[in-house]
């Protein structure tokens, strides 16, 4: 058994995220608009933040976004991350709209920059699979 | 001003650090007594009780918890849970209460032992769990390292420096330097600021706040008590935009400050031109230098220049921190933004000794939670 506290954490999927973890267990990022306003919902819930209307059914998403900003972090919460450090956390601006946070991984640290090119790619985590972000 | 207006009677705080052999409920008392002393008043005359959270005293309800242990029953009690916010939003909630004549006295207390209860590191992974359990924590997130993602948009867009932080570190050290209880009094130069580790770039070790145990108390009446300078809550405000740093506003600048610090000189009837003391929520050195911006005490992408010029020191255009803010003076958790309001009351009474603002008669107050999410602004003035 892993000891939790070294162990990376794993999102834990709910009712409404449940179809997004499963899309990306597959390799697939999905997001979903609103039924009545068309807004992209991120993070996937059931009402629209926009408008309060209902979510549709999930789509594909092109996977291509750009770094709005990053930080190179040193100082890991935990143990789980030391090993890793420094490693980047960025905010993704996808070409559909939502912003989402990601680590940028394959390629240096310090060759990230704001407005820079990246694509979607997914790294295994137990059962799971996580968004990540690397040069497109 | 209307002599309508809630005052606040009584503060308190603990030293600040590491104090070993406190409890969190211990502290509690010793600045619950502390702020009703202040006042001229006892326990006993208090009719209600705000209190926060705490991180070695996780009980969801601690106001119950802390009466209980002060052995009162007050009419009124209440958690408020705001992050660093909560200092202000419980002065701006206790105003309510007296001003709508539903209590008499409103107790508002916030403590934790939060360095010496815990292991090391625990209380950072704690804090880390304020990101997004399924969006953010998963990418290793800490408090710092979503500053350090503002910081480096906001240092992109307006053209603020690293150097420029630094001496927002250096200032604020300066401050803490005359306040005998507060936790870094060592004297602090740029060099050592520049040259300290990077937590999460830009951020280094002297831009982010400490990790303190203290507390804090602030008692506010429906009128004043006749003990010492009479100061009157003359505004408040509050605006929350978002909670986690992916559903932020997108320019990363459009924060809830702006809005509580507009509504709060909308009631006061003031603008920032007024104030004579700024007490300010200070996480981390981007999060004092962006507030500054936002609520219009510098133009924007002015901050770095007036604050390297000495805008902040006690002779600037703006004395701010006089305390020493959270990156020097302490931070126990929801008593680190409650230090800027016992702060702000000192100024205005003449008791801050050696780092008195002279004839300082307008404070602003503000507080910050989250990341930059949930925003309180007071305005304090004392009565001649």
Redesign the interface.
Known sequence: MTDPVHALPLPTPNAESQAFWDACADGRLTLARCTACDAVQFPPQNSCTDCGGATGAPFAATGQGQVFTFTINHRAPGPAFADRAPYVIALIDLEEGPRLMMNVINCAPEDVTIGMAVRVTFEARGEMALPQAEPA | MGTSKAAITGVANTACGKLEGSTCLGLHAEVARGAVADAGLELGDVDGLLCAYSFTEPHPMLASVVAEYLGIQPAYSACVSAGGATGGLQVMTAKALVESGMCRHVLCLTGDNRLSGMAP?AA??AL?QFG???????????I??AY???A??YM?DTGLTASDLAHIAVTTRNHARRHPDAQMRKPLSHDDVMGS???????RLFDCALISDGAAGILVSAAPTGNGAEVRIVGAGQKNTHEH???AP?D?QSFGCKFSARDAFAEAGMTTADIDVAEIYDSFTITLAIELESIGFFPKGAVGEAVSGGALDLGGSLPCNTHGGLLSFGHSGAAGGAFHVVEAVRQLRGQADDRQVPDAARAFVHGDGGVLSAHVSLILERQS
């Open positions: 590191g950072v992974a880390a997004h359990g399924q969006f953010e924590v998963p990418y290793g997130i800490t710092p390292a350090a993602m503002v480096r948009r992109h580790r990077v937590i999460a770039d830009p951020l740093l992916i559903s997108r990363l």
